[in-house]
């Protein structure tokens, strides 16, 4: 990681406890020669924004492709640019109009990556995900760590639109896995899942491990879960049926399974055009097949199952809503990160934690960075 020798210690405050300057990761250009740590200034929250101390922020799947520059222009749409998006921490300063609506100093809360635009079509049915106005800042969108400034620093701002109130059962390493839960619940809830309904998990990574967390606190009757490995056997733990596709077909293990008829939910979470096929081969006839994997190459599907059969293939898009709905979840333990956390690193030592989960070092799921 190229990038300013820093210092760690805090920077002079001169606006009550917010500091001028913070350490940041900036991303330079794509590729991991671009990450660099660097001070920056420390952002003034605008019209309903919350200037927030980020008390604790993961490492997402998606951000090594934003770092390698796989979407750029998309993601990121410009250089220098901070990923991060994962995160909970504590309000230290409000923009103008939070007050009135409750927001003050002090509070705890997590953040996720969206704010819609709140007046387009989209967002006005509360499908605020898919905003008409994506990508335009000067309309008030914004997806944080994505195209707009995210969470690995010491401070971040946030709509208020972005961010929810921590209940004070969670700890801050509980709470910055609200984004990635909410959009695991969401998954489930694409999937059109019934209680009762015998779910087929693709990808036992970290998202998947929610996954299936979230179908089972839904009322899963049985979730398959379709990988190998040290991540099969915690899906295992966490109360999934084990198919290691390393040692057979996982669509004949789950037909098998489930005495020939498929599956009546399928979360594929793995992101390649194979398993976004196999999918579609594994659902039972009438059934749904969730995607939250992003697949990089062509992705052939088999679309005369899918027309004859009505299949119903979801596309998932984060989450609209589900934040504030999974936090009960976590606060009871139906949905529990901390069995998925295996590292944390300080800030300032970033460049190691994005290698340990990148190249899945010592049996890595979440890596925890603490600013």
Not at 253 to 264: F, I, K, L
Request: proline share 6%; with cysteine; hydrophobic share 40%.
């Amino acid at each position: 990681m190229r990038g300013e020798r820093v210092r760690i210690a805090s920077a002079p405050a001169t606006d009550g406890h917010v500091p001028t300057s913070m350490l940041a990761v900036v991303l330079t250009g794509p590729g991991v020669e671009g990450l660099t740590l660097q001070r920056v200034e420390v952002a003034r929250p605008g019209h309903m924004e919350l200037l927030c101390r980020v008390d604790a922020v993961y490492i997402c799947g998606t951000d090594p492709h934003i770092v390698n520059g796989d979407y750029e222009g998309f993601w990121p749409s410009r250089y220098p640019f901070t990923p991060g998006h994962e995160w909970a921490g504590t309000v230290v300063a409000l923009g103008a109009g939070t007050d009135a609506f409750g927001w003050r100093a002090g509070d705890r809360v997590a953040g996720t990556s969206h704010a819609g635009c709140g007046y387009c079509r989209n967002c006005a049915s509360g499908r605020y995900n898919l905003c008409e106005n994506y990508g335009d800042e000067s309309r008030g969108h914004r997806q944080y760590g994505h195209y707009s400034v995210g969470a690995y620093a010491e401070y971040v701002v946030h709509s208020v639109r972005s961010v929810f109130k921590v209940p004070n059962e969670m700890s801050a390493e509980e709470a910055a896995a609200m984004d990635p839960a909410s959009i695991a619940l969401y998954t489930v809830k694409r999937a059109e899942m019934s209680p009762g309904d015998t779910v087929a998990v693709i990808g036992p990574g970290p998202m998947g491990l929610l996954v299936v967390q979230c179908a089972l606190a839904l009322g899963a009757g049985r979730v398959l879960v379709i990988g190998r490995g040290s991540r099969l056997a915690k899906a295992v733990e966490l109360g999934g049926e084990p198919i290691d596709f390393s040692v057979e077909d996982p669509v004949d293990a789950v037909r098998r399974a489930t005495g020939g008829s498929g599956a009546q939910c399928v979360a594929e979470c793995a992101g390649t055009g194979e398993t976004l096929a196999q999918a579609i081969e594994m659902v039972r006839k009438g059934g749904h097949v969730a995607a939250i994997g992003i697949p990089l190459e062509p992705a052939p599907l088999p679309v005369k199952k899918l027309v004859l059969e009505e299949i119903d293939l979801h596309g998932v898009r984060a989450n609209r809503g589900t934040c504030e709905e999974v936090l009960p979840l976590m606060v009871r333990g139906a949905i529990d990160v901390k069995k998925l956390l295996t590292h944390r690193f300080p800030l300032s030592r970033f460049p190691e934690a994005f290698d340990t989960f990148v190249n899945r070092k010592d049996g890595v799921l979440k890596v925890l960075i603490e600013p």
